[in-house]
């Protein structure tokens, strides 16, 4: 069936480390992803999306990587700031036919420690 | 340029009840989808609208439904309301094809039923 999900609930690390959120996604027919953060009392903000004709895409300190053959993708953000603490979620189309229709996953949770 | 604009922001509501929520989509957008969130089920897709059209329809009972004006604005209806309704209602736009673009949420509407 369609499903988008992250490997962790829950990711703590401290200032200034790099975070890796984790996601796999079960359509291999998708193929636009994106990650978006969702601050508490907030609708869910984009951060960055990549289209399945890419592997790797960046923006200011994230990077996004699709990994096709194991339908995995994950976002890594540099240097993590206290600003980045939210919960995370990957989301999928799941390919032509379901005009917007994201499948977001569940939703990581990240920590930063000060 | 204003982002996705949701009114109200908070309902209560008691069961049996119909809500109507509104969602202003950023400017010169016209595909409108709405979503359902719920710590338990997570982001759900309920429908999109563009051109005053129902696209997509996601898994949710005929209680629930919506329509566009043609300033592409966008309402969603819940009718004879179940405590289950209680959610965050998202609405999210973007310019025309959401499967290839960008969809820019709202900060939602918090229904809760008593």
């Known amino acids: 069936g369609e499903s988008v999900g992250l490997h962790l609930p829950t990711l703590s690390v401290q200032e200034g480390d790099n975070s890796i959120i984790n996601c796999a996604y079960s359509?291999?027919?998708?193929?636009?992803f994106i990650w978006y953060k969702q601050e508490s009392g907030k609708g869910p903000q984009f951060i960055i999306d990549i289209r399945s004709n890419m592997d790797k895409r960046q923006g200011q300190r994230v990077t996004v990587l699709l990994n096709k053959t194991v339908k995995h993708l994950s976002l890594q953000i540099a240097a993590t700031q206290p600003g980045d603490s939210a919960v995370y979620f990957c989301?999928?189309?799941?390919?032509?036919?379901?005009?917007?229709?994201?499948?977001f996953g569940q939703g990581t949770t990240l920590q930063v420690k000060p | 340029k204003a982002g996705v604009t949701q009114t109200p922001r908070y309902l209560i509501k008691t069961r049996g009840q119909q809500v109507t929520l509104s969602c202003s989509p950023i400017s010169g957008h016209r595909s409108v989808s709405w979503y359902q969130q719920t710590p338990g089920q997570g982001l759900q897709f309920l429908f999109e609208?563009?051109?005053?059209?129902?696209?997509n329809k996601g898994n949710f009972p005929g209680r629930f439904s919506g329509r566009q004006f043609s300033n592409s604005r966008s309402e969603m209806n819940v009718s004879t309301l179940e405590l289950g309704d209680s959610a965050l209602y998202l609405c999210a736009s973007s310019l025309a094809d959401p499967s290839r673009e960008t969809q820019y949420f709202g900060p939602g509407t918090r229904l809760l039923v008593l």
């Open positions: 989301a999928e189309i799941p390919g032509s036919g379901n005009t917007g229709k994201l499948i």
């Open positions: 609208y563009f051109s005053e059209t129902q696209r």
């Open positions: 359509n291999s027919a998708s193929d636009y």
